[in-house]
């Protein structure tokens, strides 16, 4: 069943129309950066760079002068569509889309990790007071996340499905999902006039919804299935834009790692980078309090993901098994502490 609301339809239209145009992109040379990002305060660090201009900035210390172009997705397979397509050349999404795309290009595109976006809790948000565990979900509820079975959130709760009753019930939960764009979930769950009572969302889209329906409440936690602090999206890349465009890749990741130090120092400025860069029109003291959660931590290097990996091999969602971290993630000295 479909959201019956026009903004959903909206939203996917201009999704598949932006996608169609990148798919008739020519391919770019060194100096020139095509970045698909998607929705909320996971892409704080994009959103920085974008508005301090620290990818120019880097660029020129290596010498190279980069144009940037950022596009707009919705949904982890849009953006592994674009990236295998050559035309973008780096796609922001969750670790799941990552480790799908790195299994099914393995000896080919060689699709690894650039740089993680921070360590976010993911909130599992219901309106439905029966609902106190994933145990309780039925057949009456709906939980929208950015793409079934693919996206960070719906692997998350796949493997939270397979803790409560084992790995061969690991999809149990997979159809009471739909693939529905955050701002639109959101809005969904506030108003609570559609068949959707569940979000599988990411911030502030997920703080939003606690604080504008009072029936809203965290159903699961990404950290406590995880097994703590978590980098559940990240930046990608095929091995062929990496290898062809050194300067512009370095030039790329120490911007992301000044974004994430003057995030870390200045939570201001990034709320006002925020702010400008997505033309929201979120309060932006409710958007710093976001920010300023002691859960959430801006850093470049990834952390805690061969969890989540080494399940989806047991599972038999990727058929490679992962003996380390940097198995799907590009070697950089900024990585240097990831996990």
């Known amino acids: 069943m479909r959201i019956p609301f026009a903004r959903f339809s909206t939203t996917l239209m201009l999704s598949t129309l932006a996608l169609s145009a990148l798919l008739a992109a020519p391919a770019r040379a060194e100096g020139q950066l095509r970045i698909a990002q998607q929705f909320g305060l996971v892409y704080l660090l994009l959103n920085v760079a974008q508005d301090q201009k620290l990818i120019e900035k880097h660029g020129l210390k290596q010498g190279v002068p980069v144009q940037v172009e950022y596009v707009q997705l919705s949904g982890g397979n849009a953006a592994n569509d674009a990236l295998l397509s050559g035309s973008i050349d780096v796609a922001g999404a969750g670790v799941g889309p990552l480790l799908t795309i790195w299994d099914r290009t393995r000896g080919r595109q060689n699709v690894r990790g650039i740089a993680s976006l921070g360590n976010f809790p993911y909130y599992l948000v219901s309106t439905n007071p029966n609902v106190k565990t994933i145990a309780d979900f039925s057949d009456k509820d709906r939980i929208a996340l950015p793409a079934v079975t693919v996206s960070v959130q719906a692997r998350i709760l796949q493997m939270a499905a397979a803790k409560q009753w084992g790995t061969a019930q690991y999809a149990r939960l997979d159809r009471l999902t739909q693939s529905v764009p955050h701002p639109d979930a959101t809005a969904a769950l506030i108003a609570g006039q559609t068949e959707l009572n569940g979000h599988f969302g990411n911030p502030p889209f997920q703080d939003q919804e606690l604080a504008g329906n009072p029936k809203a409440h965290i159903v699961l936690n990404s950290y406590d299935v995880l097994g703590g602090p978590n980098s559940a999206t990240v930046l990608y890349a095929t091995e062929k834009w990496v ?43 409710f958007l710093l309090k976001v920010i300023k959660n002691p859960q959430i931590q801006f850093k470049v290097a990834p952390q805690n993901t061969l969890g989540l990996a080494q399940f989806l091999f047991q599972a038999g969602a990727i058929k490679n098994q992962p003996a380390s971290w940097r198995d799907y993630f590009f070697a950089h000295p900024a990585l240097g502490a990831g996990s």
């Open 243 to 285: 290898k062809e465009n050194p300067k512009t890749y370095r030039a790329f990741v120490d911007a992301l790692n000044e974004a994430a130090q003057l995030i870390t120092a200045n939570p201001e400025l990034g709320a006002d980078a925020y702010l400008r860069v997505t033309k929201a029109k979120t309060d932006r003291a």
